[in-house]
Every structure is written in structure tokens, then in C-alpha cells.
């Protein structure tokens, strides 16, 4: 099914030259076919650790905005949390005015880049976008993500990332704690407004999630990199290897460390597991110490690397999000035989990204829908040989209208394997809320804000992305930065001028 | 930056190692530990404990044993470089209170990481004494430390090389039947403290160990180093590493420090020869 990028440049440039003639009509622009993403096909990609989705051609590109029908209402916008102008960098994108498209997105998303491939598009602005509700089918939506990926992609290859600029110095100190999309973009926020900015990672890598759980065949490490870069240029100082909570706590930086208001965006980095029989067996693994042991600790370079990874035949990961997604094609590229998805629902209510479950099918990872593990057996070396698991089928939606999964009795069976992966979501770390006095948590340890400026109950401390959510998105993690930073500057100018009058 | 200020091989393969780490020096309680990453993308995250600090010099002394590729690679480092990444202090501090009579019982390196809890149970008022054993007597560290915080401190090897040829068991037991201890602190290879809970139980003294497993990064995102305690998952980095020593499942505990063994059998070996040659030409 799938074509390589020359046969799907060559199909566009076709398109292009019949259609580039002005006055589209909107019927015209619907017959456009959607343009397929360039992809590394999977026999190819499950040998390597290289990016899946290789990007649109120029012509495609261009093709592919022509597609947008310019909704005076613009409803994809409704559907974006960070509400970018999608009709009005679309068409720029189908001027070939990339330099200006790509800064129409950055006027409201600081990572463009990243979003563009990670997004669950299809449950946001693609979901809403007209195209796709005229033909009924939200796959032929205006493929918003990939025109994203493009003009950002353009802009890096092109030499042209631009530094913002800084206002003159207030003479205050700020603190960003993590490194993740919440607080790179809080920090990028607070530079600007002329605060000094140190952020506080634990690990030895900044970017969080983005670096130590997104495998690398997804999003590349170098566009983080960048990204990073880019705050390092701007004059954010970056503190690795600082645990807050434990290195310094909250208390200590507001009254000791002289920091005159700090922004938490720790994430939500505990992981969950099922709590059944057998899960400290040898062989089990949650999607987090998997994926980090691959991705941050570089494990998959078995050659170089000094940490182990696991070698594995046979292996099971239980979940259906984006994670469950990464760990299962993260081992198939390690050199697992069989990855099978274990799921308590159907192929419907899985979570994960739409083009994630296509790439995972498409390299070989078997899903085993309405299965529910019960028990990890073990051998008496305490080593994973299967597990148990019982059928299922979709009973009455639940509150959220979520079908859930209705036991079968009598219907276990034993899958075998020797490695088991459970990726059924992450907590939040209760680190930070143990250590600081008079920070306010809900019943789950997320931080509770106020919604519309991320305040904590804390005065001057502010929190914003998978801490406050729970496991959430890179975009609205990045949203929860950009309006907590507003608000972080408001309270700093307002500081400042009690603290003036007072002198 | 964590500049190595003094190094010392305290025998063979042992090392003790002072750095600058002036938040860590300031915040650091006995009982806790670090995680070290030696730099390189492709190095490994360990945890090791620590032994001292000096919160006004802001330097963090760490005694550990060359054992696998990562100790080996820190054991080159001289003073004047610098240890790329430091993160800690992680996991619960000891908890100190006057108990009463306490002993203290540090097997091979795990003297090190007992030092300052038992200098804290001395300074908080309670009789102390101190086990301290190792397969040899080169191996046998904080000999003289030890000696300044109780009068009665008891050095055993297993080949009788120095002190009682014995495992520390031997006088645990003894001191358990005669002095009848408040509480135990035991620290060593989990096979010592294992049979150090079997010593004490049967005298109803409570006993706390603290956990060494495989971890990777030490603050409660991966669960790496779940271990079971009293039937429920516990994470050593952030919930330890110090637990009750007849709530820990020690089997399951001494299985999951063998998940990688294969894998890491290859890459000590490789190690091992570095180290030798630059010792050769030293
Ligand atoms: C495997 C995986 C795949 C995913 N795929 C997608 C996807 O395709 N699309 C999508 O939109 N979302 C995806 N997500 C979710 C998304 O990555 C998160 O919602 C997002 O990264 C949250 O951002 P954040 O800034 O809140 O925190 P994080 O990205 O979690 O970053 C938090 C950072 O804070 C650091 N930290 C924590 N505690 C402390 C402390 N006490 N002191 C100092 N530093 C601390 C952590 O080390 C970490 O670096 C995925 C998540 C995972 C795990
Ligand atoms: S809804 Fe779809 S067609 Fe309409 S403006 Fe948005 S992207 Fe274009
Ligand atoms: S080492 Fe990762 S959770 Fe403890």
C-alpha cells in the first residue's frame, strides 16, 4: 500500500500543476486527495531506531494546504488547545510562504516541531476541521499535523531559527522546575519578560518525556535538542541533576535561594502498575524504565552502552495509549520475535495516536483487544514464562461514556512469553507535594490551580502541565506553561511595584 | 560541577572519593544516597551511598568497590576532574531517636554508608556497638572511624585473616542472647542482611536494612527498584532505601538483582581490563 517519497512527490507534482491554477473552487479543493506521509517502510524501520514519518515534499505540502477550504468559522481552531490560527497558516503554506506560515503557529506554540508529530491531531483540530466531516471520515480531514511538521522542519533546515528576544533585566529570579514542554515553554515565557530563569531538571538530560519516553523513531532527540538550545541562547540557565524537593525544597529556593516566584512542572512521572500476582517477577518492566533504559540511557546501542536491557523473545505490554504504543515498537527494534498489545477494550476506545496503531500494525505488533491480565507466572529462577489473562467484553458506558470491559467467567487462557511491559499510565510523583509546606494536592497528588492563571495555593508558586492534569499532552502541558508564565509576570510587575511604594 | 577533591584506594578494588557538591553536603542526612552518571551519553546511572559530608567545605566523601563498568569508570577519575553528574540526596533518612542499646552491623562496603547513621545513633544518646565484617581483612574498612563513636567494636573476617574469623552473624547472635539490643541497623550484601534478620528474630529485636537494588534514575519514574515489602510494592530510591528487615521479601529482592546478570557479566569484563592497565603503568 504504501509508496516511497519519489512516487508520492511525483503523484503531488501532478496535483500541483493541475490545480495551481487560481480560483479553487471549494469543490475542486475537495477532491484533492489527502497526501500520504513518506514513510520508511516497515521492514526497513523495525531494523532501525531512525524517525518513522519522513515528512511531506514540498509539493506535497502544497497540495496538501490547497485541501483547506478557508472556514470563515474556522472550527479546527476550536479544536486546537492552544487555539493556533490553522486556516491562516495553512494558507501561507499554500503560497510557499513558509517563513511566514511557520510564524503564524509560533505567535501561539512555542514547539511546533515537536507537536506536529506527537499530537493526537485526529481528536483535536482534525477532528473538528469541515473536510473531514464533509466526507465523513476524520482520516480525510485536512492533514493539519503534517503541514505543522513541514513548516517547522522547513525552518530548522533552512537556518533561519530566530532567538526571541529578551527584555532588559527586572532583576528577579525565577525558577522553572523539570524540563518538559510545560516548563520549556514557561521558561521561553519568563526569559522574555527579562527575568534571570534557572531550571531544575533531576536527570542528566533536559526535555522530559520528550527525551526519556518518546522513542527517538518518533520524535528525534535533535529537534528537542534544539529546542533547548534555543532557551540556552535566550539566557535560561539550565541546573541538571537538582531534585527539587531533595537536592533543595520549594521552601528553601523561595527563602533561601533568593528565587522570587517558581513554576512546577514536574510531570507525571510515577508508574502505574496493576497490582496482581507476579509483577516483580524478572522479565516485568514498566513502559518507563523500559523506554528510559532505551531512549535517555541509550540502551539500544547495545555495543556502547553501559546499561543492560533486557533480551527478549516474546513480550507483552499491557495498555493502549501512546506509551504502550512506543514501548511495544521500541522492542520489536530491540530484537523481540513477537510484541503483542494486550488491551481490556477494543481497537475503538484505544487512546494512543491513530497513525501510532497504523505504524505498530504495519510492523508486525499483534493486538490482542478485550483481554484483561489477571497474573505474571513465574519459573522458580523468578523468571517471566507467561500470563494469565481473562476475555472480555464491552459492557455499558461508563460516567465518561467509555465502554468498560466486562469479564468473561471462565475464559482464561495463558499467553506465554518471557517478557511482560505494563503500560497502564503514570501517577504523579508525590515527591514535591511531600516536601513543601502549604502546597495544596487533589485526591489523585495532582497540584491544584487556579484554572486560569495555574496559581497554586502557594503565593508566587505556579504549576502547570502533567503535575496539574495528570498524564495529559505535550500541547496542553505546553499551554498550561504559556498561561502560568502571563500570569508569573503579572504577579512579578505587581511585586514590583508594592515592593517600590513600600521603600 | 562535582570537582573530585581527594581520592584514596583503601584497598585493591576499594576507593573513597571526596567531591564538591555543595547542595547535596547541605542537604544530606545518614541513610540517604546518591545517583552518579559518569558522563558520556552511553554511561550507566548507579546509586552509591554516602559515607561523609561536609556542609561547610560543601564536599561529599563516597567509599565504593570497582565491581561493575560504571565503579570502574569513576575509580580513574583523579582530583582536579570531575564527576559529570551527581543527583541527590535521594530516599529517606535514617530515622534517629534514642532507642537505647543499638548495634550497628556493616558488611564489606556496607560499613561505609553505616558510619554516619551510627554516629547519629551514638549522638542521639544510645549505647552502641558495631559489627563490621568482610571476606578479608583487606576489605575491611572505617576500622578507626568506627573506633571513635563506640567503645566496643567488633571486626570479623570470613577467612580469619583479621579480627574473629566468623560472619558477623556469629556476634550478632551473641550480643542479642547477652546485651539484648533495642534495635539493629544492618548494612551489607543482601545475603548478610537476610541472615542478619534470621539472627534477631528469634530475640524480637527490629532490625533495619538498607536496600542496594538495581536502579536507573532514582527519583520514582521508572520502578526499576520495586521490591516487596510485607506483600506490597515499595520503590528502594524513593520509599527506602532503610526498611524493616522482616518485611522485605528477600528472595524476590536477591532474583531481581540478577535481571541483567548475563548482560553485565560481558560488560565488567571489558572494564576490568582498563582499570588493570593504567594501574600497571601508574
Ligand atoms: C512514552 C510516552 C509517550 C507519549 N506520547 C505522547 C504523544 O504522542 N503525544 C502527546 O501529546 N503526549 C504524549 N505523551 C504525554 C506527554 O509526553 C506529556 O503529557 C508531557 O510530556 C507532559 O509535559 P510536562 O512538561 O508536564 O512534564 P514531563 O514531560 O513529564 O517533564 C517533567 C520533567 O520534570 C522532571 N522532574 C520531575 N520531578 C522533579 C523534581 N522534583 N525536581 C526537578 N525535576 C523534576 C522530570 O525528570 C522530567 O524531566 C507521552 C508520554 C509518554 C510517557
Ligand atoms: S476546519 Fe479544516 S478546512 Fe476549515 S479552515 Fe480549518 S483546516 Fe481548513
Ligand atoms: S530507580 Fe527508578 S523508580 Fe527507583
Keep these: 500500500m504504501s509508496h516511497t517519497i519519489e512516487q508520492l512527490d511525483a503523484e503531488a507534482s501532478v496535483l500541483l500543476a493541475k490545480y495551481s491554477s487560481n480560483g479553487l473552487k471549494n469543490k475542486d479543493r475537495l477532491a484533492i486527495p489527502v497526501q500520504e506521509m513518506p514513510s520508511q517502510a516497515p521492514e526497513i524501520r523495525v531494523n532501525n531506531m531512525e524517525e518513522v ?38 494558507a501561507l503554506a499554500a503560497k510557499g510562504d513558509f517563513a511566514r506560515s511557520i510564524a503564524t503557529i509560533k505567535d501561539s506554540s512555542m514547539l511546533p516541531s515537536v507537536c506536529g508529530r506527537v499530537c493526537p491531531q485526529e481528536s483535536q483540530c482534525q477532528l473538528t476541521c469541515t473536510v473531514g466531516k464533509v466526507h465523513k471520515n476524520v482520516d480525510k480531514a485536512v492533514a493539519i499535523g503534517r503541514i505543522e511538521r513541514y513548516v517547522a522542519d522547513w525552518e530548522a533546515n533552512h537556518g533561519t531559527r530566530s532567538i526571541p528576544p529578551v527584555l532588559s533585566s527586572t532583576g528577579k529570579k525565577v525558577g522553572v522546575i523539570g524540563s518538559g514542554p510545560a516548563s520549556m515553554t514557561a521558561a521561553a515565557d519568563l526569559r522574555r519578560a527579562g527575568h534571570e530563569v534557572v531550571m531544575f531538571e533531576a536527570l542528566h538530560k533536559a526535555g522530559g518525556v520528550l527525551v526519556y519516553g518518546i522513542p527517538e523513531f518518533r520524535l528525534p532527540k535533535r529537534i528537542v535538542e534544539e529546542e533547548l538550545h534555543t532557551l540556552s541562547d535566550m539566557g535560561v540557565k539550565i541546573e541538571y541533576n537538582f531534585l527539587v524537593g531533595r537536592t533543595a525544597t520549594i521552601n528553601d529556593l523561595m527563602e533561601r535561594e533568593g528565587f522570587s516566584a517558581l513554576f512546577i512542572g514536574s510531570g507525571a512521572g510515577l508508574p502505574n502498575f496493576l497490582n496482581i500476582p507476579g509483577e516483580n517477577l524478572i522479565g516485568v518492566f514498566s513502559a518507563n524504565e523500559y523506554l528510559t533504559r532505551s531512549n535517555l540511557m541509550k540502551a539500544y546501542d547495545k555495543a556502547k552502552a553501559g546499561t543492560p536491557l ?4 516474546k513480550v507483552l505490554v499491557f495498555g493502549g495509549g501512546n506509551v504502550a504504543m512506543d514501548a511495544a515498537r521500541t522492542a520489536k527494534r530491540l530484537g523481540a520475535d513477537e510484541v503483542n498489545i494486550v488491551y481490556r477494550r477494543t481497537s475503538e476506545e484505544m487512546p494512543a495516536r491513530r497513525e501510532e496503531v497504523v505504524h505498530a500494525h504495519e510492523e508486525g505488533i499483534i493486538f490482542k483487544y478485550l483481554h484483561a491480565p489477571k497474573e505474571i507466572l513465574g519459573d522458580d529462577k523468578g523468571r517471566v514464562t507467561g500470563v494469565k489473562v481473562i476475555l472480555c467484553e464491552l459492557g455499558a458506558p461508563d460516567s465518561s461514556g467509555r465502554r468498560s470491559p466486562v469479564e468473561i467467567p471462565g475464559s482464561e487462557q495463558v499467553l506465554s512469553c518471557d517478557t511482560v511491559i505494563v503500560a497502564i499510565g503514570n501517577s504523579s510523583n508525590p515527591l514535591i507535594e511531600k516536601t513543601t509546606k502549604g502546597l495544596k494536592v487533589d485526591r489523585k497528588g495532582h497540584i491544584v490551580v487556579d484554572e486560569e492563571t495555574c496559581a497554586t495555593s502557594m503565593p508566587g508558586v505556579y504549576a502547570g502541565g502533567d503535575i496539574v492534569l495528570g498524564s495529559a499532552t505535550v500541547i496542553l502541558a505546553m499551554g498550561q506553561g504559556r498561561k502560568a508564565a502571563k500570569a508569573m509576570n503579572e504577579y512579578l510587575l505587581a511585586q514590583e511595584k508594592v515592593g517600590g511604594s513600600a521603600t | 560541577m562535582f570537582t573530585i577533591v581527594d581520592k584514596r584506594k583503601m584497598s585493591p578494588e576499594v576507593f573513597r572519593m571526596v567531591f564538591t557538591a555543595p547542595y547535596i553536603a547541605r542537604s544530606r542526612k545518614p541513610g540517604q544516597f546518591i545517583i552518579i552518571q559518569q558522563g558520556g551519553d552511553y554511561s550507566e546511572r548507579i546509586p552509591l551511598t554516602i559515607a561523609d559530608a561536609d556542609a561547610e567545605k560543601g564536599t561529599v566523601t563516597i567509599i565504593f568497590q570497582a565491581v561493575g563498568a560504571a565503579t570502574h569508570q569513576l575509580a580513574l577519575l583523579d582530583p582536579g576532574e570531575a564527576i559529570a553528574n551527581v543527583l541527590g540526596p535521594l530516599g529517606q533518612p535514617t530515622h534517629i531517636e534514642k532507642f537505647g542499646k543499638v548495634i550497628c552491623v556493616g558488611g564489606g ?12 545513633m551514638a549522638q542521639a544518646g544510645n549505647e552502641l556497638k558495631v559489627i563490621v565484617g568482610a571476606r578479608t581483612k583487606d576489605l575491611i574498612i572505617m576500622e578507626e572511624e568506627m573506633n571513635k563513636i563506640s567503645d566496643d567494636v567488633i571486626i570479623c573476617t570470613d577467612d580469619g585473616s583479621y579480627g574473629r574469623k566468623a560472619l558477623v552473624t556469629e556476634p550478632l547472635k551473641e550480643l542479642c542472647e547477652q546485651w539484648k539490643p533495642d534495635m539493629v541497623v544492618a548494612i551489607g550484601p543482601p545475603i548478610m542482611m537476610k541472615f542478619c534478620t534470621q539472627t534477631t528474630k528469634p530475640f524480637g529485636v527490629p532490625i533495619i536494612v538498607s536496600l542496594n537494588t538495581i536502579m536507573v534514575d532514582g527519583t520514582g519514574m521508572c520502578g526499576g527498584c520495586r521490591v516487596s515489602i510485607n506483600g506490597k510494592t515499595k520503590f528502594v530510591c524513593v520509599d527506602g532505601p532503610e526498611f524493616d528487615g522482616y518485611a522485605v521479601d528477600w528472595e524476590n529482592m536477591m532474583m531481581r538483582l540478577g535481571t541483567f546478570k548475563t548482560q553485565e557479566q560481558k560488560a565488567h569484563h571489558h572494564c576490568h581490563i582498563g582499570l588493570n592497565i593504567k594501574e600497571g603503568e601508574a
Design chain 1, 53 to 90: 514519518a519522513l515528512g511531506y515534499t514540498e509539493a506535497q505540502v502544497i497540495v496538501e494546504s490547497m485541501r483547506c477550504l478557508q472556514c470563515a468559522t474556522a472550527p479546527c481552531v476550536d479544536g486546537c488547545p492552544v487555539r493556533i490560527d490553522i486556516p491562516g497558516f495553512i
Design chain 1, 310 to 313: 533486557f533480551d527478549s523473545k
Design chain 2, 109 to 120: 562496603i556496607g560499613a561505609a554508608p553505616l558510619h554516619p547513621i551510627a554516629q547519629a
